[in-house]
C-alpha cells in the first residue's frame, strides 16, 4: 500500500476494524485448536487461588482471548469442577495475562515490516478457509494463520496512520486536558469496541509516532484496564448466581487495580524510568501495564477467601430446586459440560433419596446429616412442595439431563466422554425408575402404617431402608475409588438381605384379618422396594465410576 502524505481518519478505523476482525478469527481458530488441552490444564491444576493466578496468565497469554478464558472459568464454575476461590485466582490471572499482547508488539511489532509478514499468512489463511473442509482440523489452522495475518495488517494500518498524524499534531495538546479525561476516554472507547487489546495497540502506535505523551497513555490504559469489563458485566446481568459472581468480581477487581493505578501513576512511571532505567515509552507504557496489573493480584490474592465468601453471599438462584448445574454450561464445552451433568444426576439422586424418604415417614435430617444432600432438603424443605410436586420436578429434571446429554452427543465429543455421558444417563432414568417404584406401592405403605399393628415389619422396613440409603450416600460421597470393587457387593447383600427379612416377616401372615392390610399388598411393598433400592444401587455404581 502507497502511504499518503497526509493524516485520513478512514485508514485508522480500517486498521482497528481490521485487528478486531483478526482477533475474532483467532480466537474462533484457537476455540477449536486449543480448548480441550486447556480445559484439562484448567480443570487439573487449579487446586488453589494462586495456582488459578498461574493457570489465568499462562492461557491468557497463550490463547490471547481473555473472554475466551472467563467462558470456560465460568462453565467450570457452574459445573462444580472450580470453586469461587480458586475461579477467582484464574480471573485475576487473566488481567495480567493480557499484557503479553502488549509486550509482543512493544519487543517487535514496530521494529519490522508488518505488512512483509502479514501477506504470506493472509494468502495461506484465506485460500484455506476458502478450500478446506470445514471440519477438518486444517480449517482451523488456516484460519488461525488468516486472524494473525489480519492482526499484524491492521497493526500495520494504525501504525502508518499515527505516523502521519504525528506529522501534524504537536505533542503538547494532550497536556491541555485533565488526566481523568483520558481515563474516561479509554473506559468508553474500550467498552464500545469490546477489546482492551486494541485499544492498547492503537496507544501504543501513538507512542511510536510521538503523537502521545506517556502520562497520556498510561491514562488510557487505566481506563482501558476498566473498560474491558463491560462485555462480563453485559453478559452476567440476566444470568446465573455464578455468572452474575463472576461478573461483579471482575468488575471490583478491575475498578480497584484502575484506582491504585491511578493513585500510583507517577510513582510508577518514576520508578520505571529512573530506577529501572527503561527509556524507550512503548517499554515504559507495557511494563506500567503489567507492574500495575501485577499490583492487583498482591492486593486480592491475601483476601481471595473473604472475596469469594462475599461474592457468594451477594446473589442466589431464583429457581433452588431445579437444575443447578447444567443451566449454567454450554454443551460445547465437553469437560465441563459432563461435569455438569454428573452433578445434576447426584442432586437427581438426593432428590429422589428424600421423596422416599418420605412415602417411608423418615426424617430425612438424621439421614443426610454430614452429607452433601443437607442443602437439597433444606430447599425442598423451603419450598414446601407437595409429594406430587416433587415427584413432578424429578420428571422434569430428568427430561433436561436427558435434553442436555443429547445435545453434548451432537456435539464432536471424544470416545470417553461419550461414553461417560451415556453412563450418566442411564444413572439418571434408575433414579427417576426408582423414584417411580415407590409411588406405585405408596398408597399401601400408608395402609400399612394407619391399619397394621405390626411395630416390627414397620420398624424393620425403616431401619432397613436407614441403613442401605446410609451405605449409598458413604458410597457416593466417602469411599475411595480403589474400594468400590469390595463395597458394591456389599451393597447388593444388603438389598438382598432386607429383602429376604422382610419376606420373611410378611409371610408369618396367612390373611389380612391378623395384619389389617392385605398380603399381597405387603409383598407388592417389599418386591417395589426391592427394585427401587436396586435402581438406587445402579446409579450410584454409575456416578463413582464416571472416569
Known amino acids: 500500500m502507497q502511504p499518503t502524505m497526509h493524516f485520513e481518519p478512514w485508514v485508522l478505523v480500517a486498521g482497528l476494524g481490521l485487528f478486531l476482525f483478526g482477533m475474532m478469527m483467532l480466537e474462533q481458530a484457537l476455540r477449536t485448536l486449543g480448548t480441550r488441552s486447556f480445559r484439562h490444564l484448567l480443570r487439573d491444576h487449579t487446586k488453589s487461588p494462586l495456582r488459578g493466578v498461574l493457570i489465568g496468565i499462562i492461557s491468557t497469554a497463550c490463547l490471547q482471548s481473555s473472554s475466551m478464558v472467563g467462558l470456560i472459568v465460568l462453565a467450570f464454575v457452574g459445573a462444580g469442577i472450580l470453586s469461587m476461590s480458586n475461579a477467582l485466582g484464574v480471573i485475576f490471572g487473566v488481567n495480567l495475562g493480557t499484557t503479553f499482547t502488549g509486550w509482543i508488539v512493544a519487543t517487535i511489532g514496530f521494529k519490522l515490516s508488518l505488512t512483509e509478514y502479514a501477506m504470506p499468512l493472509l494468502a495461506l489463511g484465506t485460500l484455506g478457509v476458502v478450500f478446506l473442509n470445514p471440519d477438518y482440523r486444517r480449517h482451523s489452522q488456516a484460519r488461525l494463520l488468516l486472524g494473525i495475518g489480519l492482526l499484524l495488517m491492521g497493526l500495520d494500518f494504525m501504525k502508518t496512520s499515527m505516523e502521519f498524524l504525528s506529522e501534524q499534531l504537536p505533542v503538547s495538546i494532550f497536556s491541555d486536558y485533565p488526566i481523568l479525561l483520558y481515563v474516561l476516554g479509554g473506559l468508553v472507547f474500550t467498552a464500545l469496541i469490546q477489546s482492551s487489546s486494541a485499544t492498547i495497540m492503537i496507544v501504543l502506535s501513538a507512542i511510536h509516532a510521538g503523537v502521545l505523551p506517556i502520562t497520556t497513555a498510561a491514562a488510557i490504559v487505566i481506563g482501558a484496564n476498566l473498560g474491558t469489563t463491560s462485555t462480563v458485566l453485559i453478559g452476567g446481568v440476566k444470568g446465573s448466581a455464578d455468572k ?116 417411608l415417614r423418615i426424617r430425612p435430617e438424621e439421614l443426610l446429616l454430614g452429607f452433601k444432600g443437607l442443602e437439597v432438603y433444606e430447599q425442598i424443605k423451603q419450598a414446601k412442595s407437595s409429594y406430587d410436586d416433587q415427584y413432578s420436578e424429578i420428571k422434569h429434571t430428568e427430561q433436561q439431563i436427558l435434553q442436555y446429554a443429547n445435545r453434548i452427543l451432537r456435539e464432536k465429543s471424544a470416545e470417553q466422554e461419550t461414553e461417560n455421558v451415556s453412563k450418566l444417563v442411564h444413572a439418571a432414568r434408575d433414579l427417576v425408575y426408582g423414584a417411580k417404584s415407590l409411588k406405585n406401592v405408596r398408597q399401601n405403605v400408608v395402609e400399612l402404617r394407619m391399619q397394621s399393628d405390626d411395630e416390627e415389619l414397620i420398624e424393620t422396613l425403616r431401619h432397613d431402608t436407614r441403613k442401605i440409603y446410609r451405605h449409598l450416600l458413604t458410597l457416593l460421597e466417602h469411599t475411595d475409588p480403589v474400594l468400590l470393587e469390595e463395597k458394591i457387593p456389599q451393597l447388593q447383600e444388603e438389598i438382598n438381605s432386607s429383602h429376604d427379612r422382610l419376606h420373611q416377616l410378611i409371610t408369618r401372615y396367612d390373611n389380612s384379618d391378623t395384619i389389617g392390610i392385605p398380603l399381597s399388598s405387603l409383598l407388592n411393598i417389599n418386591r417395589e422396594l426391592l427394585v427401587s433400592n436396586q435402581m438406587l444401587g445402579s446409579a450410584v455404581r454409575d456416578l463413582v465410576t464416571v472416569k
Open 244 to 359: 452474575r459472581r463472576v461478573a461483579l468480581s471482575h468488575f471490583i477487581f478491575n475498578l480497584v487495580v484502575s484506582g491504585v493505578a491511578l493513585a500510583l501513576m507517577h510513582p510508577l512511571l518514576t520508578l520505571i524510568t529512573d530506577k529501572l532505567n527503561v527509556t524507550d515509552p512503548m517499554y515504559v507504557l507495557v511494563l506500567f501495564h503489567s507492574l500495575f496489573n501485577g499490583l492487583g493480584i498482591l492486593i486480592f490474592l491475601p483476601i481471595v477467601s473473604p472475596f469469594a465468601r462475599w461474592l457468594q453471599a451477594r446473589f442466589t438462584d431464583d429457581d433452588l430446586i431445579g437444575c443447578q448445574y447444567i443451566t449454567k454450561v454450554s454443551p460445547s464445552i465437553g469437560d465441563a459440560a459432563t461435569e455438569a451433568i454428573r452433578q445434576e444426576v447426584i442432586r437427581l439422586f438426593y432428590k429422589v433419596l428424600i421423596l422416599n424418604l418420605r412415602v
